[in-house]
């Protein structure tokens, strides 16, 4: 564990004096006033993710370009050898696929898609740097059956098994399929980024092999959630596939499950800025695997600039 001089200290024995909700030291865009100009993002849409914690694009790529992701999707639910890896994740009720991890590097689809330069100009500008993809995934949600994901920040997993010292981090969630108000969409709490919640409970060995099915540890208590969403309320933005969401790393998220007849299928890519390498995990005996959390592979992403005009 790399406890010294940690930023953010979380998953916290029971017998500790509880840390409070405390704000942030990392800014929230990190480009400063010298190269906050340099990419796509003008200053409505900067202030707006610097306020709320994230950026919704609705309608972002045509819904054709989703196509041959989705495929890709039901090709592996057919693969044994890849149902059998530890890179896909089964929904622990159904059996059938929850999450595919790794994909910028099992599929080139989705490599090219990381280095689209409408995204990573975004990214680029908010992190203030070069980035590498520290995880990537897609996100499977059948419907009647698709369970939820309980809410949590992601940078206190990053920081607490990842070793990810600052919140200098963007997800990007792109939508495969329609998103609406009835199967499950990403909510969000606007504003619950400036604040980090320290969590209870040490994190056991492999804590990835459970909480990657159900996440038990790691997640705010009731007292907290209840303050930052009543503060910021909640938000679930809906649209059509190939809407595009960005949002900061410490932004609570969640999803109801899926209980409608229609399918809810999301890419997942998690940008980290090269000046922000992960370290030695803060809370947990040893490191996630590679394919969760990226330590090798962490060359900066040049842009792929090939892609056809879309409408």
């Known amino acids: 564990m790399n406890q010294t001089n940690d930023a953010y200290p979380s998953r916290l024995k029971e017998t500790d004096d509880h840390v409070e909700p405390f704000i942030r030291t990392d800014p929230v865009v990190h480009s400063g006033n010298k190269y906050r100009w340099h990419g796509p993002l003008d200053e409505v849409a900067l202030s707006k993710y610097e306020r709320d914690g994230f950026l919704w694009f609705k309608g972002f790529f045509n819904q054709e370009r989703m196509a041959p992701f989705f495929e890709e999707l039901r090709e592996m639910a057919q693969d044994k050898e890849m149902l059998a890896s530890d890179q896909v994740i089964q929904d622990p009720t159904t059996g059938d696929i929850r999450s595919v991890f790794a994909m910028h590097e099992l599929s080139e689809h989705f490599s090219r898609l990381t280095r689209d330069p409408r995204i990573l100009g975004m990214v680029q500008q908010l992190l203030g740097s070069e980035v590498y993809i520290h995880q990537s995934r897609i996100n499977d949600k059948l419907g009647f059956e698709g369970n939820g994901f309980y809410w ?6 990053w920081h607490s098994e990842d070793g990810m010292p600052r919140m200098r981090a963007v997800s990007a969630s792109l939508m495969l399929t329609d998103n609406n108000e009835f199967n499950g969409p990403l909510m969000l709490i606007p504003g619950s980024h400036h604040y980090f919640i320290p969590c209870v409970g040490e994190t056991p060995d492999l804590n990835w092999q459970q909480s990657l099915k159900s996440q038990r540890l790691g997640v705010p208590d009731r007292k907290a959630l209840g303050i930052m969403a009543n503060r910021g309320g909640i938000q679930a933005p809906k649209g059509p596939a190939g809407s595009l ?13 899926n209980i409608s007849p229609w399918p809810r299928a999301n890419l997942f890519f998690v940008y980290n800025s090269v ?3 992960l370290k030695e995990p803060y809370a947990a005996n040893s490191a996630r695997p590679e394919f969760l959390a990226a330590r090798e592979n962490t060359a900066p992403l040049t842009m792929h600039d090939d892609f056809p005009a879309l409408a």
């Open 275 to 277: 000046d922000n390498r």
């Open 152 to 157: 949590h920040s992601d940078f206190e997993t």
């Open 245 to 257: 969401m960005l949002f900061e790393s410490n932004t609570l998220h969640a999803s109801n499950s």
